[in-house]
């Protein structure tokens, strides 16, 4: 299967980080196609999807709202690395899903 897919779930006051998609394996990069994050909390928040801890797609998330991106071009991770989101801020609650696809190099 070629398709991947992570969920996550940032429940904490300050800086937080949440592993979405794990390292695919040797020689095998994972694309982000799309990303949705929900912030239930009242105050504004900036999230960082990540490739590993290299930052690669900001996304400002307003208070009691969300954000949904479909990448024209596929988001590209690094070979065997794992995909994370990264709270800046302080939020009680942060829902995060991605989706996209594993290819060789």
Same mark, same amino acid.
């Given at each position: 299967?070629?398709?991947?897919?992570?969920?996550? %779930?940032?429940?904490?006051?300050?800086?937080?980080?949440?592993?979405?998609?794990?390292?695919?394996?040797?020689?095998?990069?994972?694309?982000?196609?799309?990303?949705?994050?929900?912030?239930?909390?009242?105050?504004?928040?900036?999230?960082?999807? %990540?490739?590993?801890?290299?930052?690669?797609?900001?996304?400002?998330?307003?208070?009691?709202?969300?954000?949904?991106?479909?990448?024209?071009?596929?988001?590209?991770?690094?070979?065997?690395?794992?995909?994370?989101?990264?709270?800046?801020?302080s939020a009680s609650s942060l829902a995060i899903s991605v989706a996209?696809?594993?290819?060789?190099?």
């Amino acid at each position: 299967e070629d398709i991947s897919s992570g969920q996550g %779930t940032i429940s904490s006051s300050g800086l937080g980080t949440v592993q979405l998609i794990a390292a695919a394996g040797a020689g095998i990069k994972t694309y982000l196609t799309d990303a949705t994050i929900g912030n239930s909390s009242g105050t504004f928040i900036m999230v960082n999807l %990540t490739d590993g801890t290299t930052k690669k797609w900001t996304f400002p998330v307003p208070s009691l709202g969300g954000v949904t991106a479909h990448f024209k071009t596929p988001l590209p991770g690094s070979a065997n690395t794992y995909w994370a989101a990264e709270a800046t801020g302080s939020a009680s609650s942060l829902a995060i899903s991605v989706a996209g696809f594993k290819s060789k190099i």
